[in-house]
Every structure is written in structure tokens, then in C-alpha cells.
């Protein structure tokens, strides 16, 4: 059965179309896109009530962390830092029990599908108890978050993380990384438990996070590779690579390379790659990783929040390379504050303004868009590549009665979108994810009874941090 709206506006493939009509079957994927489209008069046809925008690929999540912003927003040490804001999520991780992750994840993606995230890669860390025992079964928490996913109705990529190091020369781990930890033949394991209980289909997709080069050896990451060739063949790999200074001191240290230089030489890094904060790239590293095919993980509010430093983005996009957002540690759910984000560490950092943008289109915000809808899709795995035949009928549909949008034309839309803050307006009034309305008039049928599971959840976790 096909389903059919009619879009008094929307963005297609990077122009703003007029009248548009927009068809997709009963799986939720487009089957007509039809502009300047005549509906006859008394047709039944519905009628979506603002422009439409295709749905953002979130390509960067750690569910849990969401319920721990704002805990870390003081000096506890002469110099804080990434590094001691880690321990203090290494504190709060151990407190997790499973129905704590599967509230906070339920309420966490039905906040992104509100901002118009419509799916996100989920990089999971947290597979143990608190000592380090497997669950009965094993997938207990992937199992949660997955499970989370399906009952938001958001698409997910699910990335479990092979951890097994606290740092470059195969350490031991540390004592609080005990719940993280995995062998490359057990997290196999868990994702063919998975995909046995939760089938890939469009909506959903299995792929793997080595963690850091910090956290695998190049063996484990070698034979991790190699299973997921067998088992999963083109699935998506993320990777945190180069978030922080030390980090690349450490493998400056230990292989002689900066962490992109080492990956890129030593792994077929392609498009199904994800390099999740490849901040610290110097220029060589800049053009190659462009060159390579894999997309940049940018989380712009996680890292100025946790103080990473500046992504070389002039220099990355100039050199071709894909790039996509995440919101990481959830310090911020919303793709606009991600995209104004990056815009605006490249004013403060150069001096100018309107720097990230192209000469076939001068709108930051539609450039930026337009980029991180690909790059996020191509992350994803998924057919989310935006508003064509063939992908999900993922979208959203803006007020445009909203204070931020209105007495806008079509070409300053997004502009307004991502550069401006109102008290109390919400722009996003609609979001549509494979065809089903899952957010109407700002609202998620579940929020009340998430918003109650997780309030306990809070409740418990933050009285005795
Ligand atoms: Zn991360």
C-alpha cells in the first residue's frame, strides 16, 4: 500500500522545491517525489502543514552519558580536563543497572527524534556488570538500548565497542573499564545474538566500534576486521581517533605516528568508515583522511564542552572530505546547535565569517546541512541519503509561523534554523520516520510515560553521585 503527502515545500537533493508530492510504501521507503505537483480539487490528498526537510543522521551516541550533563561543570583539580571528566563518567557508568540504560536511551531518542534526528549510531561501551561479570545473556545492555530504539521509533545504526586496553602498548585495563571490556570473538558473538533477536532491515543496521586506538591492539583491531568481513560485510566501523593532544603524544610515543597517519597506513580505511573526532589532524593527515572516503564524526558541542581543540574544516572540506554530526555526550540534543557550532569555532578561530561554505553554495547552513545529511547517512549504512526514491521517507516539517522562520523566504530557512536561538520557539513542528509520524505538533505518543520512567531513573543515579 503506498502512502502519499503533499509538501507545500521541501528540500530536495539541496534546492528548495514547491508543492511537492511524496510517496513511499508500506517499509517506509520513497516510491514517487513528484514537484510541482496539481492535486485536483477535492482530492483527499494530505496536507502537511509547513516546509519539509529530510531527517538527520545522528551519527554519534553514548546513550547513557545523556544523564550526566551537567555533573561535571566545576573544577575539581588544579587543571581539569577530558581525562578527568572521563573518570567521573567512569564513576557514573559503574552505578548502570540495565532498566537504568533502556529508561535514559528511551528518553534520550525521543529527544533527538523531536530536534530531527531521525536515527543515530548507537556506540555502545557498557556490555558488563559493574565487576566485570557477564550479564545472563550477554546482550543484556545492548539488548536495552537496542529495545529502546525500536520503542522511540527512531532508526539505528548499533555499534557495539571493542575495549580491551587503557591505553597504546596493549595496558591492563583499569579496574573502572571493567564493564567495557570485550574480546574480538565475544563481540561477535553478541552481535549475531542480536541480529538474531533484532533483524537488520532498513531501520536498523549492525556494525562495530573498535573504541580508540588506545583501547584495541592492532592484532585485536586486525582479527575484529577480519569477523566483521565474514559475518557483516560492509557494515559500518566507527572509531574515536584523534579527540585529544595526548593522545596523539601517546601514539606519536609508541608507533611513531600521529593516530590518523597510523590508521589510514595500517587499516583499509574506505566509506564505511567513521573517524569519530578527527580533530587533531595535521595537513597531510587532512587530505588523506578526505582522500580516503570516510566520513569525520563531528560533535562540536561535546568537544568544546570536554575542550578537544578545532577540527581543520576549511582544509578537510576544500580537500573533498565527507562529514557528518553526533551529539555524543549529549550536552546538547540538536543538529542546529551542532552545525552553528562548527561554523562558529572557524569564526572565532579565523577571524571571519560565513568561512565553511562552497562556491556552488554560499549559504553556510545549507552547505553544512546538505553535507552532514550525507556524510551522516553514509555513516549510518542506512538509506537515509535524504529526499530520493529509494531512501527512507525519513523528515521533518518546520513551522513556518515559528518566531525564528517567520517572513523568511525559502533561502535564508535554514539559515535562520541553525544561526538563531528564541526563547519558547520550537521550528520543528513534525518528524516522520520511515513513513510514520512519530513526533506531531512537538509531541512523542510515549513522552509522558518515558518522561516518568526516566525521572526515577534520575532519581536514583544522581542522589548518590
Ligand atoms: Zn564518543
Not at 557508568?93 to 543515530?120: C, D, N
Not at 576544500?318 to 543538529?335: K, Q, T
Not at 529526499?387 to 518566531?403: E, R, S, W
Request: aromatic share 8%.
Amino acid at each position: 500500500m503506498t502512502h502519499s503527502v503533499l509538501a507545500p515545500w521541501a528540500r530536495i537533493e539541496g534546492q528548495w522545491q514547491k508543492n511537492v508530492l511524496l510517496s513511499w510504501d508500506e517499509h517506509g521507503r520513497l516510491t514517487d517525489i513528484h514537484a510541482n505537483y496539481q492535486s485536483v480539487p477535492g482530492s483527499s490528498l494530505h496536507q502537511l502543514p509547513g516546509a519539509v526537510l529530510p531527517g538527520m543522521p545522528n551519527l554519534h551516541s553514548h546513550a547513557f552519558q545523556s544523564a550526566m550533563s551537567g555533573l561535571a561543570e566545576y573544577r575539581g583539580q588544579a587543571q581539569d580536563s577530558f581525562w578527568s571528566w572521563r573518570d567521573l563518567m567512569y564513576r557514573f557508568a559503574l552505578k548502570l543497572r540495565p532498566e537504568h540504560i533502556q529508561a535514559i536511551a528511551h528518553w534520550l531518542y525521543i529527544q533527538m527524534l523531536k530536534a530531527g534526528y531521525t536515527s543515530v549510531c548507537e556506540f555502545h561501551y557498557v556490555h558488563h556488570q559493574p565487576d566485570g561479570q557477564a550479564y545472563t545473556p550477554q546482550h543484556t545492555l545492548a539488548a536495552a538500548v537496542v529495545q529502546a530504539s525500536q520503542d522511540a521509533g527512531i532508526g539505528l545504526s548499533f555499534l557495539p565497542v571493542l575495549y580491551q586496553y587503557s591505553d597504546f602498548g596493549a595496558q591492563p585495563p583499569r579496574q573502572d573499564q571493567a564493564r567495557f571490556l570485550n574480546q574480538p570473538e565475544a563481540l561477535l558473538e553478541l552481535l549475531l545474538t542480536l541480529r538474531q533477536q533484532y533483524p537488520e532491515q532498513a531501520h536498523r543496521r549492525y556494525g562495530v566500534a573498535p573504541h580508540s586506538l588506545r583501547a584495541v591492539s592492532p592484532d585485536s583491531l586486525r582479527t575484529m576486521l577480519t569477523l566483521m568481513d565474514e559475518h557483516f560485510p560492509h557494515s559500518p566501523i566507527h572509531i574515536h581517533i584523534a579527540e585529544q593532544i595526548a593522545e596523539v603524544q601517546a601514539s606519536l610515543n609508541h608507533h611513531g605516528q600521529r593516530p590518523v597517519q597510523w590508521l589510514l597506513d595500517n587499516a583499509s580505511v574506505d566509506r564505511r568508515w567513521c573517524l569519530v573526532h578527527a580533530t587533531h589532524m595535521d595537513e597531510q593527515e587532512t587530505v588523506q583522511a578526505a582522500a580516503s572516503g570516510a566520513v569525520a564524526g563531528l560533535c562540536l558541542s561535546t568537544e568544546a564542552n570536554l575542550g578537544d581543540g578545532f577540527f581543520p574544516a576549511p582544509q578537510y572540506l576544500e580537500a573533498g572530505g565527507a562529514i557528518g554530526v553526533g551529539s555524543d555526550s549529549h550536552i546538547a540534543v540538536d543538529w542546529r546547535t551542532e552545525l552553528r557550532l562548527l561554523e562558529y569555532g572557524q569564526r572565532l578561530l579565523h577571524r571571519q565569517r560565513n568561512v565553511l561554505c562552497h562556491p556552488a553554495q554560499a549559504h553556510v547552513a545549507d552547505y553544512l546541512f546538505d553535507a552532514s545529511i550525507k556524510g551522516g547517512a553514509q555513516a549510518s549504512a542506512r538509506p537515509v541519503h535524504g529526499l530520493q526514491i529509494g531512501q527512507q521517507a525519513d523528515f521533518m516539517v518546520l513551522d513556518l509561523h515559528d518566531p525564528i522562520l517567520a517572513g523568511h523566504k525559502p533561502e535564508t530557512w535554514l539559515s535562520a534554523l541553525v544561526f538563531t536561538e528564541r526563547a519558547g520557539s520550537q521550528p520543528i513542528r513534525d518528524v516522520y520516520v520511515a513513513g510514520q509520524a512519530v513526533i506531531q505538533e512537538g509531541r512523542h505518543a510515549q513522552e509522558d510515560q518515558a518522561w516518568q520512567r526516566y525521572q526515577h531513573t534520575l532519581h536514583e543515579l544522581l542522589q548518590t553521585t
